[in-house]
């Protein structure tokens, strides 16, 4: 821990300073006359440099310019032989010289010392000027180098160089090997530490000079360096804190040489001087702003790194371009403002938040803007297709977040977005079509679960919330739901913004589209009502909620999801998915009217449990989730409690499906689950089924997997009969007849009945 000297006030304390810095300052200088004549080592002198820098340090602030020059003196004589001296002391001198600048002599450093530490500085750190690629093997020595080289910048040593604002012409050459050193530092220096400390001594140079001409010659190379630096071929390579810095070295420089108010200064200073200046200013800006953009094309190649403190820095450069280089670098426009809505898409919600009110606040200043975003906007919407058919999950879900912000951003604006929005719900429907199309088709397993299984699990009621979960049906595994995540990220903007619209137009499609593309349109229709959880079907039940008004678009979606799935499972037009898709309407439907919906089970209940036969495992399971959130909202107590209450509707059901001999084996499945759910009390409603069950046997006894399968359903009958106490054909024990016996008639009754026969023809 450094312990700064408390500065004492009068001729005292200055003489207490004085008499603590002599001893090792002299035995220093003494150390250092002996080296040169061999008498010392130059550990000795690493020694007693070692003893001067606590010295320094607990001094602080209290130094002052004349103390500054005294114990500068032996340290010139260490510099003086820093070529037979190691590494070690010469790094030690530094960091005294690091103390003297930036808390003695601080900006009363005279003119001729700046330039010769100047001099001396860029000789330590980068080697002399004819050899300028020359290294330092210690890495310690060219890092604090560059540190005393930012202290001196910042002790406004470039200014005293100049002359009524302008750099003189025999200190240009210097401060042009300076700006080498430095950018050979940022782009080749051996080590993180170097580099920022060469980073920050540019950016001192760069505030401190006070000659836009003298720094419009650096600026190239300055601008090609630090582009170097940041767009090498792995970027994430590089330490952050690099690519940070220097993205900011390089805003602070185009901001001082490429500012409109820059230049409008530089402009008017030009025509004092030379009389056409401005010809001459208009060429150069023009040749240098085509130059400029190559270059940042390189540094928004950033915009995905995922350090915060890189997008920061890259927010705030291109923010910095459009407000503050408007007029120079206009031709960047379009390319900046689209790095910053991409530095608004891929962060958490905080910083998203704060990003975007920055970006919203930069359009309302500058509203030439909003219409260079629209135009950014279209160009994505119709490239949103083509996208999501690509397999570059990367490229889709920046595409499809570089949307969503724009939206944002825009409708945070008042802007109108009518035609955008009839070519964005378009471009939707294609895009997930388009997704679906190239996802990988999911196996269809051969080891789903049995009627006794799906019966077992739906004794379990509502209790088993992640089997009342229904998982996406277009979008599997962990990209497809960060796809889907963004997709309806898009769909909730559009319902925001012209839900009915919108919902008019895919319903309208409905019937028309097929294949994937009639998929994604009842998709888009499920993204457009509200989510489906168990959790808040849960709290409308306790809360005793009213149900929603009905929706025309979503009766007609659900009128049409019945009849997809009226159709058999064998049909082959249906896919998994369509069926799955149509379930999850039904369940939104279920949701939104509650109670309302029982008398709907008539129609809908009997296909949601042929699909719990079903052999495609996501099928079944969607359709037990299915059914478990339709008991929910019916207010059962459970999916079994459902299937009991309304065994009559299903056994008509499958009545009708059983005198078509239809032999799929769902139908037999769905009636051994209903046999095993409701037991004996189902028994006597099963005449007509189990009179088409042995028609059929006798019709296709050949088929062992039908005949084992209808016996399997006969069994269960007979196992739940045989469970039963009392007869299950009669309410009691004694067996009463609905009519009364017949008996025959006697030969006068049939006499007398003949008699009146005829009578009553002759009348």
Request: proline content about 4%.
């Given at each position: 821990?450094v312990i700064c000297?408390?500065?004492?006030?009068g001729?005292?304390?200055?003489?207490?300073?004085?008499?603590?810095?002599?001893?090792?300052?002299?035995?220093?200088?003494?150390v250092?006359?002996r080296?040169k004549?061999n008498?010392?080592?130059?550990?000795?002198v690493?020694?007693?440099?070692?003893?001067l820098?606590?010295v320094l340090?607990r001094f602080?602030?209290?130094?002052d310019d004349?103390l500054?020059?005294?114990?500068?003196?032996?340290?010139?004589?260490?510099?003086?032989e820093?070529k037979a001296?190691?590494a070690r002391a010469?790094?030690?001198?530094l960091?005294c010289?690091h103390?003297?600048?930036?808390?003695g002599w601080r900006?009363?450093l005279?003119s001729?010392?700046?330039?010769?530490?100047l001099?001396?500085?860029?000789?330590?750190?980068g080697?002399d000027?004819v050899d300028?690629?020359?290294k330092?093997?210690?890495?310690?020595?060219?890092?604090?180098?560059?540190?005393?080289l930012?202290?001196l910048?910042?002790?406004?040593?470039a200014?005293?160089?100049s002359?009524n604002?302008a750099?003189q012409?025999e200190h240009i050459?210097l401060?042009?090997?300076?700006v080498?050193?430095?950018?050979d530092?940022?782009?080749d220096g051996?080590?993180?530490?170097?580099?920022?400390?060469a980073?920050?001594?540019?950016d001192?140079l760069i505030t401190?000079?006070?000659d836009q001409?003298?720094?419009?010659s650096?600026?190239p190379?300055?601008?090609s360096?630090?582009?170097?630096?940041?767009?090498?071929r792995?970027?994430?390579s590089?330490?952050?804190?690099?690519?940070?810095?220097s993205?900011r070295c390089?805003?602070?420089?185009?901001?001082k040489?490429?500012?409109d108010?820059?230049?409008?200064?530089?402009?008017d200073?030009d025509?004092?001087?030379l009389?056409?200046?401005?010809?001459e200013s208009s060429s150069?800006?023009?040749a240098t702003?085509?130059?400029?953009k190559l270059?940042?094309?390189?540094?928004?190649s950033?915009?995905?790194h995922?350090?915060?403190?890189v997008q920061?820095?890259?927010?705030?450069l291109?923010?910095?371009?459009?407000?503050?280089c408007?007029k120079?670098?206009?031709?960047?426009?379009t390319m900046?403002?689209?790095?910053?809505?991409?530095?608004c898409?891929?962060?958490d919600?905080t910083?998203?938040t704060?990003?975007l009110?920055?970006v919203i606040v930069?359009?309302?200043s500058i509203?030439e803007l909003?219409?260079?975003?629209?135009?950014?906007?279209?160009?994505?919407?119709?490239?949103?297709?083509r996208?999501?058919?690509?397999?570059?999950?990367i490229?889709r879900k920046?595409?499809?977040?570089?949307?969503?912000?724009?939206?944002?951003l825009l409708?945070s604006?008042?802007t109108?977005?009518?035609?955008l929005?009839?070519?964005m719900?378009?471009?939707?429907?294609?895009?997930?079509s388009?997704v679906?199309?190239?996802?990988i088709p999911q196996?269809?397993?051969?080891v789903?679960?049995?009627?006794?299984?799906?019966?077992?699990m739906l004794q379990f009621?509502?209790?088993?919330?992640?089997s009342?979960s229904?998982?996406?049906?277009?979008?599997a595994?962990?990209?497809?739901?960060d796809?889907?995540?963004?997709?309806?990220?898009?769909?909730g903007?559009l319902k925001?913004?012209?839900?009915?619209?919108?919902l008019?137009?895919?319903v309208?499609?409905?019937r028309?589209?097929?294949?994937?593309?009639?998929?994604?349109?009842l998709?888009?229709?499920?993204q457009l009502?509200?989510?489906m959880?168990l959790?808040?079907f849960?709290?409308?039940?306790?809360l005793?909620?009213?149900?929603?008004?009905p929706?025309?678009?979503?009766?007609d979606a659900?009128?049409?999801?019945l009849?997809i799935?009226?159709k058999?499972t064998y049909?082959d037009?249906v896919d998994?998915q369509m069926?799955?898709?149509?379930?999850q309407?039904?369940?939104?439907?279920a949701h939104?009217?509650n109670?309302?919906?029982r008398?709907e089970?008539?129609d809908?209940l009997?296909?949601?449990?042929e699909r719990?036969?079903?052999?495609h495992?996501?099928?079944?399971?969607h359709a037990?989730a299915?059914?478990?959130?339709?008991s929910t909202?019916?207010?059962?107590?459970?999916?079994?409690?459902?299937?009991?209450?309304n065994?009559d509707?299903?056994?008509?059901s499958?009545?009708?499906?059983?005198n078509l001999?239809d032999?799929?084996?769902?139908?037999s499945?769905?009636?051994?689950m209903?046999?095993?759910?409701?037991?004996?009390k189902l028994?006597?409603y099963?005449?007509?089924?189990?009179g088409s069950?042995?028609?059929?046997l006798?019709?296709?006894?050949?088929?062992?997997?039908?005949?084992?399968?209808?016996?399997e359903?006969?069994n269960?009958i007979v196992?739940?009969g045989s469970?039963s106490?009392?007869?299950?054909l009669t309410?009691s024990?004694?067996l009463?007849?609905k009519?009364p016996?017949?008996k025959?008639?006697?030969?006068?009754e049939?006499t007398s009945?003949?008699?009146?026969?005829?009578?009553?023809?002759?009348q």
């Amino acid at each position: 821990m450094v312990i700064c000297w408390k500065q004492s006030e009068g001729r005292e304390g200055r003489e207490e300073r004085i008499i603590m810095l002599k001893p090792p300052c002299v035995e220093l200088n003494q150390v250092v006359l002996r080296f040169k004549t061999n008498k010392s080592l130059s550990k000795d002198v690493i020694g007693k440099l070692e003893c001067l820098v606590p010295v320094l340090l607990r001094f602080g602030t209290s130094l002052d310019d004349k103390l500054a020059d005294y114990v500068f003196v032996p340290l010139s004589y260490v510099f003086g032989e820093r070529k037979a001296l190691p590494a070690r002391a010469i790094e030690l001198a530094l960091q005294c010289l690091h103390v003297l600048i930036s808390s003695g002599w601080r900006d009363r450093l005279s003119s001729d010392l700046g330039f010769q530490l100047l001099l001396l500085l860029s000789f330590v750190a980068g080697g002399d000027v004819v050899d300028t690629k020359t290294k330092h093997a210690d890495e310690e020595v060219g890092a604090i180098a560059c540190k005393c080289l930012g202290s001196l910048f910042h002790a406004s040593v470039a200014s005293s160089l100049s002359e009524n604002g302008a750099i003189q012409v025999e200190h240009i050459p210097l401060l042009g090997h300076v700006v080498t050193v430095l950018l050979d530092a940022v782009t080749d220096g051996p080590s993180t530490e170097v580099r920022l400390s060469a980073l920050d001594a540019l950016d001192a140079l760069i505030t401190s000079i006070p000659d836009q001409a003298a720094l419009k010659s650096f600026f190239p190379g300055i601008v090609s360096s630090l582009t170097k630096a940041v767009s090498l071929r792995s970027p994430q390579s590089r330490p952050y804190k690099v690519l940070e810095r220097s993205i900011r070295c390089l805003e602070q420089v185009l901001v001082k040489v490429l500012g409109d108010t820059a230049l409008l200064l530089g402009k008017d200073h030009d025509e004092h001087r030379l009389g056409n200046g401005e010809d001459e200013s208009s060429s150069w800006i023009k040749a240098t702003s085509s130059q400029v953009k190559l270059a940042l094309g390189n540094v928004v190649s950033l915009r995905g790194h995922d350090k915060v403190q890189v997008q920061d820095a890259l927010f705030s450069l291109s923010t910095s371009v459009l407000q503050k280089c408007q007029k120079s670098l206009s031709n960047c426009t379009t390319m900046m403002l689209e790095t910053l809505v991409a530095l608004c898409s891929e962060v958490d919600e905080t910083v998203h938040t704060e990003r975007l009110n920055k970006v919203i606040v930069t359009l309302d200043s500058i509203p030439e803007l909003i219409d260079v975003l629209k135009e950014s906007l279209y160009d994505w919407i119709v490239a949103l297709p083509r996208v999501m058919g690509s397999n570059d999950v990367i490229k889709r879900k920046r595409t499809i977040q570089l949307i969503s912000a724009s939206f944002q951003l825009l409708s945070s604006t008042g802007t109108e977005l009518g035609l955008l929005n009839d070519l964005m719900v378009s471009n939707l429907q294609s895009s997930v079509s388009a997704v679906s199309r190239s996802s990988i088709p999911q196996v269809v397993s051969s080891v789903s679960e049995g009627p006794l299984e799906v019966t077992r699990m739906l004794q379990f009621g509502n209790a088993d919330v992640t089997s009342s979960s229904l998982e996406p049906v277009l979008f599997a595994g962990a990209s497809g739901k960060d796809i889907m995540i963004s997709l309806q990220a898009l769909t909730g903007q559009l319902k925001a913004l012209s839900k009915t619209p919108v919902l008019q137009r895919l319903v309208d499609a409905l019937r028309t589209s097929t294949g994937d593309n009639q998929k994604a349109n009842l998709w888009l229709i499920l993204q457009l009502f509200d989510d489906m959880k168990l959790e808040e079907f849960e709290a409308d039940k306790l809360l005793n909620l009213p149900p929603d008004e009905p929706d025309p678009f979503l009766d007609d979606a659900y009128a049409y999801s019945l009849q997809i799935l009226e159709k058999s499972t064998y049909d082959d037009k249906v896919d998994w998915q369509m069926q799955a898709l149509s379930l999850q309407i039904i369940a939104l439907q279920a949701h939104r009217q509650n109670q309302d919906f029982r008398p709907e089970l008539v129609d809908a209940l009997y296909p949601i449990l042929e699909r719990m036969g079903s052999s495609h495992t996501a099928l079944q399971h969607h359709a037990i989730a299915t059914l478990r959130i339709v008991s929910t909202a019916c207010n059962y107590p459970s999916a079994s409690a459902l299937i009991i209450s309304n065994a009559d509707y299903l056994v008509n059901s499958l009545s009708l499906k059983l005198n078509l001999f239809d032999i799929s084996p769902q139908a037999s499945q769905v009636m051994l689950m209903m046999v095993r759910l409701c037991g004996e009390k189902l028994i006597p409603y099963l005449d007509d089924p189990i009179g088409s069950i042995f028609m059929i046997l006798a019709s296709y006894h050949g088929y062992p997997r039908l005949v084992e399968s209808l016996f399997e359903v006969l069994n269960a009958i007979v196992e739940e009969g045989s469970k039963s106490k009392n007869d299950l054909l009669t309410d009691s024990s004694e067996l009463k007849p609905k009519h009364p016996p017949y008996k025959p008639p006697s030969i006068l009754e049939a006499t007398s009945r003949i008699s009146a026969l005829r009578t009553r023809q002759q009348q």
